[in-house]
């Protein structure tokens, strides 16, 4: 009986947590569809009007633009670096691995505000800071350590039969890449690819110490606005917040066809269900 | 001495380190390199010449400014306690599987996806004087007068919160579940109550999780940053070291102060690190020896 009590205790703690959750995201898009709204449950009134006003008077047209471009950009570049340092490190080993795992695995372990200051800094002095190439550069920190500890247990799926017996049927090198291991690392790429573009979309620490006026990601745009709160209507920084979660909620969904959620924050050793 | 697994090769040829290189020069140059380069210029102010530890002086020397670790540790030492007891209870509560567990795991996932600016205008809203909170405790006749959640201390705590509990609670999860139910199982058998086989068998079985739970949840919540502005007081109750930091680096352009303000930070997120890891390697020797007098 006292078992019962504890497991319904347990699950309205997560009823709570959830219907708490849901209530924070769900007053963000009232009051962007709201005319005007003061302590009353709903809003007197509905617009769509402040959807229109964010969107020209943010500029969120080219904002959304560098962060799809940045996004994109990180993605592709973190793959590319991070694939063949995966396939190494699941296949070979050497002398000072643990140590390179260490290194590789630092970047995600520091807060980004931690060598956020010096990385910044440095892109300045070499006049890349505050520049949409900055921004890729300075998210590319966590994202290709990312890519390798997400793309190394798909290797190790992998067994190495087949690319002996490839090359055992005179296969080379490039060929074994682009027939064998390329085809089947296909759904860890979409899994390192989706998570890379969700984390960049809402890193905030890193593209905000880096980006200058032209190189603001959306979250760092919805920041300012946040700050300067007062400044614009609370109803069209919230109208900027729904773009900015429907943005990130599409790019999840995409996530979530191809993602179990725990493997998000947890290693990817458990074998497949 | 280096381990070889059979079948493997072991060797680090031409192919292999040019798979090796490109990412690991990425990582040299754009995080090694300012890091050193960050604490080389933390030592070189700008009024002196020369090395010095002029910066380091003088953030000790003012209260303004070393205040900032204090608060810090106010914020991230009672949200790193709190985050990772009730995930515990909870993932050790649920270690069984979840009653609908994809839909619950997907929708926690959801503040992390969603990040830090999202939430905190949502928690801005909602727990406003006119959000909804304040609204239903008012309807409720709870309340004669709104609570002040945001802007202040527990502002913060709750964004805190409520970004890293999902987060902490779904590593937590995959942790234990993955410990053999068979040992608790004996553990039953042979006659233990709930209570010693939480205390005796699953802790030490799952302080290895516990302490890397603590050991990242300490240092997020120790470089708090939006959070403490927008949901806090940035100017005082919740001026954190890595708004000072920012501060000197972006308003004040001192990029040497600043270096040393990142700096003193790393330093006291590595001293929490220490201090988990000794705490731990305590506990599983208690737990151990306790088990060791039967």
């Known amino acids: 009986?006292?078992?019962?009590?504890?497991?319904?205790?347990?699950?309205?703690?997560?009823?709570?947590?959830?219907?708490?959750?849901?209530?924070?995201?769900?007053?963000?898009?009232?009051?962007?569809?709201?005319?005007?709204?003061?302590?009353?449950?709903?809003?007197?009134?509905?617009?769509?009007?402040?959807?229109?006003?964010?969107?020209?008077?943010?500029?969120?047209?080219?904002?959304?633009?560098?962060?799809?471009?940045?996004?994109?950009?990180?993605?592709?570049?973190?793959?590319?670096?991070?694939?063949?340092?995966?396939?190494?490190?699941?296949r070979r080993n050497f002398?000072?691995?643990?140590?390179?795992?260490?290194?590789?695995?630092?970047?995600?372990?520091?807060?980004?505000?931690?060598?956020?200051?010096p990385l910044a800094t440095t892109l300045y002095r070499y006049a890349i800071g505050g520049t949409v190439a900055g921004v890729i550069l300075a998210n590319l920190v966590p994202m290709v350590p990312l890519a390798v500890f997400i793309?190394?247990?798909?290797?190790?799926?992998?067994?190495?039969?087949?690319?002996?017996?490839?090359?055992?049927?005179?296969?080379?090198?490039f060929q074994v890449f682009r027939r064998i291991l390329l085809p089947l690392t296909v759904p860890g790429l979409l899994t390192a690819g989706v998570l890379i573009l969700v984390n960049t979309v809402s890193n905030f620490e890193l593209t905000f110490l880096v980006s200058g006026a032209g190189s603001q990601t959306l979250v760092v745009a919805l920041f300012y606005n946040v700050f300067a709160g007062g400044v614009r209507p609370?109803?069209?920084?919230?109208?900027?917040?729904?773009?900015?979660?429907?943005?990130?909620?599409?790019l999840l969904l995409l996530a979530l066809r191809f993602v179990r959620p725990t493997q998000m924050v947890f290693r990817l050793d458990q074998p497949q269900r | 001495m280096r381990r070889t697994r059979a079948g493997e090769p072991s060797e680090l040829d031409l192919m292999a380190t040019a798979c090796l290189v490109p990412s690991l020069l990425y990582v040299l140059v754009m995080f090694v390199y300012p890091f050193l380069y960050g604490i080389y210029m933390s030592l070189r102010p700008a009024k002196v010449a020369g090395f010095s530890l002029a910066n380091y002086l003088t953030f000790f020397g003012d209260e303004w400014q070393y205040r900032t670790v204090w608060i810090t540790f106010n914020i991230a030492v009672p949200n790193t306690v709190v985050v990772v007891s009730v995930a515990l209870l909870l993932a050790y509560g649920m270690r069984r599987g979840i009653w609908l567990e994809r839909t619950v795991t997907?929708?926690?996932?959801?503040?992390?996806s969603l990040g830090v600016i999202l939430l905190a205008e949502g928690i801005i809203g909602f727990y406003g004087a006119r959000g909804w909170f304040n609204q239903l405790l008012l309807g409720l006749?709870?309340?004669?007068?709104?609570?002040?959640?945001?802007?202040?201390?527990?502002?913060?705590?709750?964004?805190?919160?409520?970004?890293?509990?999902?987060?902490?609670?779904?590593?937590?999860?995959?942790?234990?579940?993955?410990?053999?139910?068979?040992?608790?199982?004996?553990?039953?058998?042979?006659?233990?109550?709930?209570?010693?086989?939480?205390?005796?068998?699953?802790?030490?079985?799952?302080?290895?999780?516990?302490?890397?739970?603590?050991?990242?949840?300490?240092?997020m919540?120790?470089?708090?940053?939006?959070?403490?502005?927008?949901?806090?007081?940035?100017?005082?109750?919740?001026?954190?070291?890595?708004?000072?930091?920012?501060?000197?680096?972006?308003?004040?352009y001192?990029?040497?102060?600043?270096?040393?303000?990142?700096?003193?930070?790393?330093?006291?997120?590595?001293?929490?690190?220490?201090?988990?890891?000794?705490?731990?390697?305590?506990?599983?020797m208690a737990a151990t020896m306790g088990v060791g007098k039967r």
């Not at chain 1, 347990?10 to 209530?23: A, E, S, T």
């Not at chain 1, 290194?103 to 505000?113: A, K, N, V």
Request: with cysteine; net charge positive; charged share 10%.
């Open chain 2, 106 to 112: 997907t929708i926690l996932v959801l503040p992390i």
């Open chain 2, 221 to 252: 919540s120790f470089g708090v940053f939006p959070s403490a502005i927008l949901l806090g007081q940035p100017a005082g109750a919740t001026r954190t070291i890595a708004i000072a930091a920012y501060q000197q680096a972006f308003e004040s």
């Open chain 2, 141 to 219: 006749g709870l309340l004669n007068e709104p609570l002040v959640l945001t802007h202040n201390y527990i502002g913060v705590m709750l964004s805190l919160f409520m970004q890293q509990f999902p987060f902490c609670f779904l590593m937590l999860l995959g942790y234990i579940s993955g410990i053999d139910p068979s040992i608790e199982n004996s553990a039953r058998t042979l006659g233990a109550g709930p209570w010693t086989v939480f205390y005796k068998v699953m802790l030490p079985l799952m302080a290895p999780g516990i302490a890397i739970a603590f050991a990242l949840v300490f240092v």
């Open chain 1, 151 to 173: 793309l190394m247990p798909f290797f190790e799926q992998i067994s190495m039969n087949l690319e002996w017996g490839a090359a055992m049927m005179g296969a080379n090198r």
């Open chain 1, 1 to 90: 009986m006292r078992g019962r009590l504890w497991g319904l205790a347990l699950y309205l703690f997560v009823l709570g947590f959830i219907l708490n959750l849901l209530g924070i995201v769900s007053h963000v898009m009232v009051s962007a569809f709201a005319k005007r709204w003061f302590g009353t449950p709903l809003p007197t009134a509905f617009t769509t009007e402040w959807f229109t006003y964010a969107w020209s008077n943010f500029d969120l047209g080219r904002i959304l633009t560098v962060t799809l471009s940045v996004a994109g950009a990180v993605v592709v570049l973190a793959l590319i670096l991070g694939f063949p340092a995966a396939y190494i490190l699941a």
């Open chain 1, 95 to 117: 002398r000072g691995k643990p140590l390179l795992l260490l290194l590789y695995f630092l970047p995600l372990l520091i807060p980004q505000m931690t060598y956020g200051i």
């Open chain 2, 254 to 284: 001192d990029m040497s102060y600043a270096s040393a303000i990142a700096v003193i930070m790393g330093v006291f997120q590595m001293a929490g690190l220490v201090i988990i890891v000794l705490l731990r390697r305590r506990m599983v």
């Open chain 1, 234 to 250: 609370v109803y069209s920084v919230d109208a900027m917040a729904v773009m900015y979660m429907t943005t990130v909620m599409l």
